[in-house]
């Protein structure tokens, strides 16, 4: 199973560093790859840059993954419950793509494409941080899944 994370916009540095410690680990026990697209900030309106971005963020899902959404309304997994189902869809063994939209959100067109929508929960975090989050949780559910020390949570 290929996995990728798209999202729009580019990192600052201090995000990029964390977000590349996670994909090098991420690597080591799978294909992991991420995929960023153009930020529409200049399109003019709200709704024309969220389709805009939209359009980026379909074109760089490949074309058989299945979509999770990050969304704030998505099913809100603990990390152990995260894991359970990132072994659910290796079970599948069909790639998954990750899709974290801009700051306006994500287009109808994209919120159709996802087979479902994962929430980090009701807190408002940059879109940078949440990248690292999503990053480090689906790396904290391999380790649950292979049984390592990393997760220190009770189960």
């Not at 069909?94 to 994209?110: E, H, I, K, M």
């Not at 929508?117 to 807190?123: D, E, I």
């Not at 292979?146 to 220190?152: A, C, L, S």
């Amino acid at each position: 199973m290929r996995q990728v994370l798209v999202a729009v916009g580019k990192l600052r540095p201090a995000f990029r560093e964390a977000a590349d410690d996670y994909l090098r680990r991420l690597a080591r026990s799978g294909s992991f790859a991420e995929r960023e697209v153009r930020e529409a900030g200049r399109a003019g309106s709200v709704t024309r840059q969220r389709d805009d971005e939209g359009q980026h963020l379909l074109a760089a899902i490949p074309e058989h993954s299945g979509v999770v959404l990050l969304d704030l309304d998505g099913e809100r997994w603990s990390s152990e419950a995260l894991a359970e189902q990132v072994g659910r869809w290796q079970r599948e063994a069909r790639d998954r793509t990750f899709v974290l939209g801009g700051a306006v959100g994500v287009s109808a067109a994209v919120r159709d494409r996802a087979e479902c929508a994962w929430s980090l929960g009701p807190l408002t975090l940059p879109h940078e941080l949440a990248r690292v989050v999503v990053l480090e949780q689906l790396y904290r559910a391999t380790t649950i899944l292979r049984g390592e020390p990393y997760h220190k949570g009770a189960r």
